[in-house]
């Protein structure tokens, strides 16, 4: 039950970023056809999948000891990087497009799941259920992008707000999870 609750916390961390993305689309009234959201969380989740083997496949060689910390500093490593890259933004100036095209969803799909990949080693290090995650983050992250584009949409009117932060506070309790097994 505790590694079922552990990868339902990751799948919401790595599917947060999709969302706030989808937000800021629906917030600018941009239309995210169905199609094109299916096909980034496509890619975002296999190569998730593919990170997750490459960590599992690392941690034959290492000792268990070695994984979880190894592990726990990855994961810390892109929380940190998160959290920090949430105060230290810049504006930006972006072209307001009516659609989504296939892409710029697919360009989109290969920068979300930048820190996916660190994500995905350092969770492959330290813990199996390879296909429950990457099937949870194809299926969560359709959802959330979703969810993010029809309340961006809804809320559209009010301020926006950068939820960024929250995924890398999640990761961070993450690691600490892993090193309070130890």
């Known amino acids: 039950m505790e ?3 552990k990868e339902i916390v990751l799948i919401f ?3 947060t970023d999709s969302f706030v993305v989808s937000f800021a689309y629906g917030m600018r009234r941009v239309k995210m056809p169905f199609k094109i959201v299916a096909g980034m969380n496509v890619i975002m989740s296999g190569l998730l999948g593919i990170a997750l083997l490459t960590g599992s496949f690392l941690s034959g060689f290492f000792s268990e000891n070695v994984t979880t910390y190894l592990g726990a500093i990855l994961l810390t490593g ?7 890259s949430f105060f230290f933004q810049k504006e930006e100036n972006q072209e307001i497009y009516k659609a989504l095209t296939t ?3 697919f360009t989109l799909a290969f920068l979300l799941s930048l820190d996916s990949l660190a994500v995905g080693v350092g969770t492959g290090l330290v813990q ?4 429950f995650l990457a099937a949870g983050t194809f299926i969560g992250g359709i959802l ?3 969810l993010g584009w029809k309340l961006g949409c809804a809320f559209r009117k009010t301020a926006q707000r950068d939820l960024s932060w929250i995924s890398g506070v999640c990761l961070l309790l993450l690691a600490m999870g892993f090193l309070w097994k130890r």
């Open 144 to 146: 959330m992008m979703e």
């Open 128 to 131: 199996a259920g390879q296909l």
């Open 13 to 15: 961390v790595l599917t």
């Open 78 to 84: 892109i929380g940190l990087y998160r959290i920090l």
């Open 103 to 105: 892409g710029e969803g």
């Open 3 to 5: 590694m079922i609750i």
